[in-house]
């Protein structure tokens, strides 16, 4: 069945780069898109940028300066890369695959990520 | 960028009652090819995000009838008849035709 898991570190220091891998299955990374979407505590979700299925990618203009989305179609993964970390960077990081529809049909779990010294 | 503008930001509905959340957009999400890329999740407590609408009007697979989505350009609503306890949590529209942009949220809470 299709599933999606991100890990990477819990904790990241202010200024530092956060690296986090949203790993899959049931899926071909050459088939669908993958995106990431972030939530601060308590907050909203924010939309932070995509892979697509040809290895293309998009990224909200926001944080387009910081942010790097890569992946390995031979592992099934796809990375995040966001340097320059601060304290309002703190909050639970999603993937998620984009269906035919252009709707974010499954979801992974999350990753909790504190910026913090 | 395009911003959805997600009203209530709070809800409040007894069991059994309708609820209603409106949710507009600053550009049109009409796109070229005729579709209008507008979806609808829920987050429970403690959980990811689920889908319930895509393409503005089309309930996900295994989602209960009770939900509804209408509207186009750029005025969309979701609809939730008969509210359950299950139906709580925070609703978020997504738009998908441009650069993708979430609204806000609104709290369906029981009253």
């Known amino acids: 069945q299709v599933q999606l898991k991100e890990s990477g570190p819990g904790l990241v220091q202010p200024s530092q780069t956060l690296s986090l891998t949203c790993t899959v299955s049931?899926?071909?990374?050459?088939?669908?898109?993958v995106h990431w979407v972030r939530q601060p505590p308590g907050k909203g979700l924010e939309w932070m940028g995509r892979?697509?299925?040809?290895?293309?990618?998009s990224y909200n203009s926001a944080l387009k300066s910081r942010l790097s989305i890569s992946r390995d179609t031979s592992k099934n993964q796809v990375f995040l890369k966001m340097n320059s970390l601060q304290t309002d960077d703190t909050g639970t990081y999603y993937c998620?695959?984009?269906?035919?529809?252009?709707?974010?049909?499954?979801w992974g779990q999350g990753v909790m990520v504190t910026v913090s010294s | 960028d395009v911003v959805m503008t997600q009203t209530p930001v709070s809800l409040s509905v007894s069991l059994g009652n309708q609820a209603s959340i409106s949710c507009r957009s600053s550009?049109?999400?009409?796109?070229?090819?005729?579709?209008?890329?507008l979806s609808w999740y829920l987050q429970k407590p403690g959980q990811s995000p689920q889908l319930l609408i895509y393409?503005?009007?089309n309930r996900f697979s295994g989602v209960s009838n009770r939900f509804s989505g209408s509207g186009s350009g750029t005025d969309f609503t979701l609809k939730i008849s008969r509210v359950e306890p299950e139906d709580l949590g925070v609703y978020y529209c997504?738009?998908?035709?441009?650069?993708?942009?979430f609204g806000a949220g609104t709290k369906l809470e029981l009253k």
């Open positions: 997504f738009q998908h035709t441009h650069l993708p942009t």
């Open positions: 049931g899926f071909s990374l050459t088939s669908y898109n």
């Open positions: 998620t695959r984009d269906w035919t529809t252009r709707s974010l049909d499954y």
């Open positions: 892979m697509r299925y040809n290895g293309d990618t």
């Open positions: 393409l503005a009007s």
């Open positions: 550009q049109s999400l009409l796109h070229s090819d005729g579709n209008t890329y």
